[in-house]
């Protein structure tokens, strides 16, 4: 025997599934930002940091989305219910590929900075040494030639 509130749950169970697919669906336009941001030779890094946070917003909202949903039926019998599972699980893959491939790029980036980093930093030390006065040079000087 269904009582009448089978149907109501079950309508806010679809209308909560179709939020959360569409804050996913968000995720993943800001993951392909970010992925386009990364594939530049110079990467905008308050522009990756916005998306990020952008992110985070949407990560909590699906978060309390799911809270919602614990409490409710998982309506896995109802046909709508199974399609936009499906449709959601593609969608995280998605930004779970998508997220891999960005944090590879950022970690080629971060070593490539490293490096010019390090380079820099030589080129400052030897520009120092020749720029010094030889005021401060001491030392004994021994010729073994003899």
Avoid: H, W
């Amino acid at each position: 025997m269904m009582n009448e509130q089978g149907p109501v749950m079950d309508q806010k169970v679809v209308a909560l599934l179709y939020e959360k697919k569409s804050q996913a669906i968000e995720i993943l336009k800001i993951s392909r930002s970010i992925n386009d941001s990364l594939k530049t030779d110079e990467v905008n890094l308050e522009e990756v940091t916005s998306c990020l946070e952008q992110k985070s917003k949407f990560i909590k909202t699906i978060n309390e989305l799911d809270k919602q949903l614990k409490g409710l039926n998982d309506g896995s019998s109802i046909p709508a219910v199974i399609e936009l599972l499906n449709e959601m699980k593609r969608v995280f893959m998605n930004i779970n590929e998508l997220d891999q491939v960005n944090k590879s790029l950022l970690s080629g980036k971060t070593e490539e900075y490293k490096k010019e980093l390090i380079r820099l930093q030589n080129i400052k030390t030897s520009k120092n040494a020749y720029c010094k006065k030889y005021r401060s040079i001491e030392g004994v000087f021994i010729d073994q030639s003899t």
